[in-house]
């Protein structure tokens, strides 16, 4: 009978570093990546589904809008942009929260996320008396993607309800609402959420892969 071979402490250790920590990593990839592969869409019900690239069925799909902004000018949403959208929707009765969460998207989500168009909505400060001061310069500082916009009590309460929001109970703030190129409804984030919230720019990303030209199919050749 011959001996049975012993392996070494260093022989084990490098048969772990080199064979079993990467299949474990490989593994975790493709675990993240079916989970973050691609996000839900709203559909014409209201409830998010998953998304279907081959004969999809009608998605709900936001209605167009037009708002002043701080700065003077209007901002439109339109079907036309063909550009990744978040929008941001903040009460007057919460008004004491604007300029944290002004900050909170400056700093943590435009400057990881600079492909898209924000849209932060105000309810019925045209003048900005809310404000201790104007955010406008700030702003301008982080993106020309990024619009201040203000929106009578009626106004405000249309494009609620086009996209479709209620109150978070526990922030008393509208979750952040993630909308792809053709105006889908793709994901609700609440800004107590440290994790969803964080992960708002990888999000983006996966909204932004969705565009790149798939394969063509055998069928789409052929013709």
Known sequence: MGE??????RNRILYVGLFIVPFLIAMALIYYSKGLGTLPIMNLEGKFVQLKYKNPP???????FSLPTFTGDTIHFSHEDSTLYMITL???GN???WEKHVLYIGSKIIKRANNIK??????DDPEMTKWKESPNQYVASISDKWYLAHASKKQFSEI?????LSLNDSTNIYD??????EEHIRAYCPINDAKKARDIPKMFKLLNNQYVPRK????QIKK
């Open 95 to 97: 008004s004491k929260e």
């Open 216 to 219: 063509l199919d055998i069928k």
């Open 160 to 164: 609620k309800n086009n996209l479709k």
């Open 58 to 64: 009608p998605y709900y799909t936001i209605p167009e």
């Open 176 to 181: 952040y609402v993630l909308v792809d190129k």
């Open 118 to 123: 924000v849209i932060s909505v105000f309810e």
């Open 90 to 92: 903040f009460h007057k």
């Open 4 to 9: 049975k071979k012993t392996w070494s402490p």
